[in-house]
């Protein structure tokens, strides 16, 4: 707002601060439905005007302005628990309820780097790697995943992984490793890599 009013002249921004703040509170919020000087005040500002308008004394009175904030904050109530659940909605619009167990099989999403030196394009790259088990589950968000070679890869977050289809190679890997010597996330001689 305020530099809708400075122009060309940088030194001249604070001549307007009065009506900016005037400007502040006397514009109606969409997620309260009032204005803030009238959830301070229990009345709306008067426009700057020659000479001051009568005062109806009924209006303000102690009394009569108390209920009106009390009437005010209840509404402002009901009004930020609508916007609260209206941005709720959008928040989570994406949002997936899966999360891996150990022992599940997934797909993990590369960000591969393009090198023109190389001859690599990141865009012919394939999006996901795997299979990968999931191993060991660090939070509800982060886990250590296992390919099937045994390379480790720490710390991936569960936005970055899709569960792979069940197949019988999966199954019957599963079954491997489970009836072999260590499962801990320990075993494997190769070093882990961390995507953070």
């Known amino acids: 707002m305020i530099a809708q009013f ?9 001549e307007h601060i009065a009506a900016f703040q005037f400007a502040f509170n006397t ?3 969409d997620a309260t439905g009032f204005t803030p000087a009238y959830l301070n005040h229990g009345r709306e500002l008067n426009l700057p005007q020659p000479a001051p308008a009568p005062l109806d004394p009924g209006d303000h009175a102690p009394d009569a302005v ?5 009437d005010a904050w209840t509404l402002t109530r009901i009004q930020l628990a609508r916007a609260f659940q209206r941005q709720e909605r959008h928040y989570n619009l994406r949002r997936r309820a899966w999360k891996p167990s150990i022992g599940d099989y997934v797909w993990k ?3 591969p780097l393009s ?3 190389g001859a690599f394009n990141s865009k012919l790259v394939p999006k996901y790697s795997g299979p990968w088990e999931v191993r060991r589950i660090i939070s509800p968000v982060i886990v250590d995943l296992r390919n099937t070679r045994g390379k480790w890869c720490r710390h991936i977050h569960v936005q970055d992984l899709k569960p792979a289809p069940e197949n019988n190679n999966n199954k019957e890997g599963k079954r491997k490793e489970t009836n072999g010597n260590n499962t801990d996330a320990e075993d494997g001689d ?3 890599t961390t995507n953070e």
């Open 6 to 14: 400075v122009h060309k002249d940088h030194r001249a921004w604070d």
């Open 27 to 29: 514009a109606i919020y």
């Open 66 to 70: 108390r209920q009106r904030l009390e």
């Open 109 to 111: 999403r590369e960000y």
């Open 115 to 117: 090198n023109k030196a």
């Open 190 to 192: 190769d070093t882990p």
